[in-house]
Nanobody
Framework: QVRLVESGGGSVQSGGSLKLSCAAS????????MAWFRQVPGKEREGVAA???????SYADSVKGRFTISRDNAKETVYLQMDSLKPEDTAIYYC??????????????????WGQGNQVTVSS
């Protein structure tokens, strides 16, 4: 059974940085696309960044140039480095596991597995 566990969230002032980690377990082979989503209460969960099995990234326009997604396949871990954070980045961030090795999109139904969520708060 696949399990995704996020860590690294917290509170930071505007302009600061945080790094999220997502440790995966249960994959027979860690050759799946992975992604980060975020959700604010009362709003739909939105895709932030995705990475294919070879490490090629894709980003939502709202975070391009500020966030960096990466992965360490040997450690079965995916990261999200968040720089130049803004108050509007405040949300619960979720790690997601894809259906195959390529990025098919940043829609909820592109992903089969989800972490428990990790709060990120950016104050002005």
């Amino acid at each position: 059974q696949v399990r995704l566990v996020e860590s690294g969230g917290g509170s930071v002032q505007s302009g600061g940085s945080l790094k999220l980690s997502c440790a995966a377990s249960g994959y027979t082979s860690f050759r799946y696309s992975m992604a980060w989503f975020r959700q604010v209460p009362g709003k739909e969960r939105e895709g932030v960044a995705a990475i294919d099995s070879h490490g090629n990234p894709s980003y939502a326009d709202s975070v391009k140039g500020r966030f960096t997604i990466s992965r360490d396949n040997a450690k079965e871990t995916v990261y999200l480095q968040m720089d130049s954070l803004k108050p509007e980045d405040t949300a619960i961030y979720y790690c997601a596991g894809g259906k195959g090795p390529v990025i098919t999109g940043l829609r909820l139904d592109d992903y089969d597995y989800w972490g428990q969520g990790n709060q990120v708060t950016v104050s002005s």
